[in-house]
């Protein structure tokens, strides 16, 4: 069975974006994209929410034009493309590629999308994971903790209802001080 992961990067504090959505303080470089690359190259679908997906595809339509030739960020681009893309939105009304639109996240449609064959889902956008996180559908968290507090900016988790019970898969620490935490449902 497929399944959903939540795949995204994170301040200390917990902090999905800093105030008025920066992203800047993301510490990210070949090694770690390079681990990105090798993980996402086994999936087999981007869940996205509309921003998140925009936001996308709107920096990576065009990235290869100023890339080098090879190396992790080349190779990023081309997994991105390739896989195809669920978008969850009940605004946009085009969209390019290999991707399809979604109005609503039905939790029993998310099931049999699991039960599908091939490699994981990955998602991204903090009102989607939260949305999934409702429904009980994620079952593996991989955050790249940066080194930095923010102090403020958007938190990529909401107060929850109840506690979920996670175990420690991997932890993974990069050159540029980035660690990953890796953790499983424990169902």
Same mark, same amino acid.
């Given at each position: 069975m497929r399944k959903i992961v939540v795949h995204l990067a994170v301040s200390l504090d917990?902090?999905?974006?800093g105030p008025d959505h920066d992203l800047g303080w993301h510490r990210?470089?070949?090694? !770690?994209?390079?681990?990105?690359? @090798?993980?996402?190259? /086994? /999936? %087999? $679908?981007?869940?996205? +929410?509309r921003v998140t #997906?925009?936001? !996308?595809?709107?920096?990576w339509a065009g990235a290869d034009e100023d890339l080098p030739s090879s190396g992790p960020r080349r190779e990023f681009v081309g997994i991105y493309r390739r896989i195809p893309r669920i978008v969850f939105s009940r605004t946009l009304e085009?969209? @390019?590629?290999? /991707?399809?639109? #979604?109005?609503?996240?039905? *939790?029993?449609?998310? &099931? %049999?999308?699991? &039960?599908q064959p091939g490699g994981d889902m990955t998602i991204g956008g903090a009102d989607l994971v939260e949305t999934f996180r409702r429904h009980d559908l994620i079952d593996e968290y991989r955050l790249f903790v940066n080194p930095v507090l923010l102090g403020r900016g958007r938190r990529l988790f909401a107060d929850?209802?109840? *506690? /979920?019970?996670?175990?420690? $898969? @991997?932890?993974?620490?990069? +050159?540029?001080?980035?660690?990953?935490? &890796? #953790?499983?449902?424990? &169902?």
């Open positions: 917990g902090f999905f974006e990210v470089d070949d090694e !770690m994209i390079a681990c990105i690359d @090798e993980y996402l190259a /086994t /999936t %087999s $679908a981007f869940l996205f +929410g #997906h925009q936001n !996308m595809a709107g920096f085009q969209v @390019e590629w290999a /991707t399809e639109v #979604h109005r609503e996240v039905d *939790p029993e449609e998310i &099931r %049999s999308l699991q &039960r929850g209802e109840a *506690p /979920t019970g996670l175990r420690l $898969a @991997e932890v993974r620490q990069f +050159g540029n001080g980035v660690v990953l935490l &890796r #953790h499983e449902r424990d &169902r």
